[in-house]
């Protein structure tokens, strides 16, 4: 299985998300070729700010990251939050795979501005953007809170 394969999941969920009315964002985590956990953005369902895709999926399985550092991998729809970069380099996971980051909300620089403390090997995490971009765009582009960002101009030009 690839990149792709795990992406088409987390974009389920995203569809999920957008036919709730939250932000259309999914996330799955893969450990060893299984997935462990499969999310979306639940922010206005369960009325939790917190409620973001990857931290929801993060909970799910905090014992199974903990016993397996450094070996799973999260594919999100969009590109993690600064909350959500935090809980995955604290989580150890070793992968972050993301399509798209339309609103330069995404967090991943953080990488090379961590304090000392999580500049160690142990909280690295390698990183990848673009996977299935266009149908991630989509799914986001589809909902009335994105629609209202590319209105406010706090998107990047898209063309689909």
């Avoid at 036919?19 to 462990?36: D, M, R």
């Avoid at 390698?126 to 590319?150: I, P, Q």
């Amino acid at each position: 299985m690839n990149d792709e394969f795990y992406m088409r999941l987390a974009l389920e969920q995203a569809e999920l998300s957008l036919k709730e009315g939250n932000w259309p964002i999914g996330a799955v985590i893969e450990l060893n070729g299984e997935v462990i956990a499969k999310s979306r953005n639940q922010v206005y369902t369960l009325k939790d700010k917190l409620a973001h895709a990857e931290m929801l999926g993060l909970r799910q399985v905090q014992q199974q990251l903990s016993e397996n550092k450094k070996q799973a991998t999260i594919y999100t729809t969009y590109e993690p939050c600064p909350m959500c970069f935090g809980g995955i380099i604290l989580s150890r996971i070793k992968r972050v795979v993301c399509g798209v980051d339309l609103d330069n909300s995404g967090a991943m620089y953080f990488r090379q501005e961590l304090p000392l403390l999580f500049k160690q090997d142990k909280f690295s995490v390698d990183f990848a953007s673009g996977v299935l971009a266009e149908d991630c765009t989509k799914v986001f582009m589809a909902s009335e809170l994105a629609k209202g960002l590319n209105k406010e101009g706090l998107l990047r030009k898209i063309a689909l």
